[in-house]
């Protein structure tokens, strides 16, 4: 492929997610025109829809799928494993018990988001430094580890949700809805409270792609060639905590984005790092977005959460993707 071409093929996706956009922001319970948008004859309230519920929706839609892409990049390079995306360290889990839990605290009214969200991003936060606490009992510690100690975490969590949903079952209801994720009521006030720890993630994550590329050889041949493994295993766990919360707590609980998004990538571009997480954030916000689309149009006005298009996506290409590793064999 020539430099050109190349150029080309990553640049596309972004014009590409342009596109997507501007269309999500016509279709929906009231069709608005093109025509009227670009001519700038809105009425009152086609532009209060488009200005105040589609446009700032849409924004965090691609913003969550970009965070939730990036980690899965990430974390499947980090692990070594195809299969590893951003539920992977118990983060999932922790909000879970956050979100929850914000219904048995009685807090004063003043959140510029939420209460929930506010709870969400606490519990995620509080898993990841449960992981971390828990890996550093081990001398050395290796991915290994961090792996078993967040899937041992997660299950803690999730445990201390289940006891509190079915101790309180009026409210199941409305927890449900959260765990299936959705980005309905998220405005502006969501997206100012998360865009700068979220673009702080995105940029921390991209960061850490030299240091993947290295730990591709293992982690014992790594750290012959001068790679401080302690710094990089930390960093990426602030990192991926830190996206991984914040994506949680604006669209609840999303699956497969952070699965799908880097395979496909890593199937165009090859498994450079620095290419496949940058292309793996802007797949996994076309991903979201098109979702998104989709889960508030397919039964309008009535929406769909949407975590289960993601799942309903993500299931069939999670079977795809076991049968190629296991080479096609039966």
Not at 38 to 46: E, V, Y
Not at 109 to 118: E, K, N
Request: glycine share 10%; proline share 4%.
């Amino acid at each position: 492929m020539n430099k050109k071409l190349r150029k080309f093929t990553v640049v596309l996706p972004l014009l590409i997610i342009v596109l997507l956009a501007f269309f999500a922001v016509t279709v929906g319970t009231k069709f608005i025109s093109p025509l009227s948008i670009f001519s700038n004859t809105l009425s009152d309230i086609d532009r209060t829809i488009v200005t105040r519920l589609r446009v700032p929706r849409i924004l965090i839609s691609i913003l969550c799928g970009a965070l939730l892409g990036g980690t899965g990049a990430v974390f499947q390079g980090f692990f070594r494993n195809p299969l590893a995306d951003s539920g992977i360290m118990g983060i999932s889990s922790g909000a879970t018990f956050g979100a929850v839990l914000s219904g048995l605290i009685p807090v004063s009214a003043g959140f510029v988001i939420s209460r929930v969200s506010v709870f969400a991003f606490a519990g995620a936060l509080l898993s990841a430094l449960c992981v971390y606490l828990v890996s550093k009992i081990f001398r050395e510690p290796s991915s290994v580890t961090l792996l078993l100690s967040g899937t041992a975490i997660g299950t803690f969590f999730s445990a201390l949700a289940s006891i509190i949903i079915l101790t309180h079952e009026r409210d199941l209801h409305s927890f449900y809805a959260w765990t299936c994720g959705s980005f309905n009521a998220k405005g502006w006030n969501e997206l100012a409270v998360f865009v700068i720890p979220s673009v702080i993630a995105l940029v921390m994550l991209m960061l850490s792609s030299k240091h993947l590329d290295v730990l591709v050889c293992g982690e014992q041949s790594a750290k012959a060639f001068g790679l401080n493994y302690n710094f990089v295993r930390n960093w990426i766990l602030i990192a991926g905590s830190l996206a991984s919360a914040c994506a949680v707590c604006e669209g609840g609980i999303i699956s497969f984005v952070g699965l799908i998004a880097p395979h496909i990538v890593r199937k165009i571009y090859g498994p450079k790092h620095k290419i496949l997480i940058f292309e793996s954030m802007v797949y996994g916000g076309a991903l979201m977005l098109v979702s998104d689309t989709i889960a508030r149009t397919v039964i309008s006005p009535a929406e769909i959460p949407v975590g289960i298009i993601t799942s309903l996506i993500g299931v069939p290409f999670f079977f795809f993707a076991l049968v190629k590793m296991n080479g096609g064999k039966k």
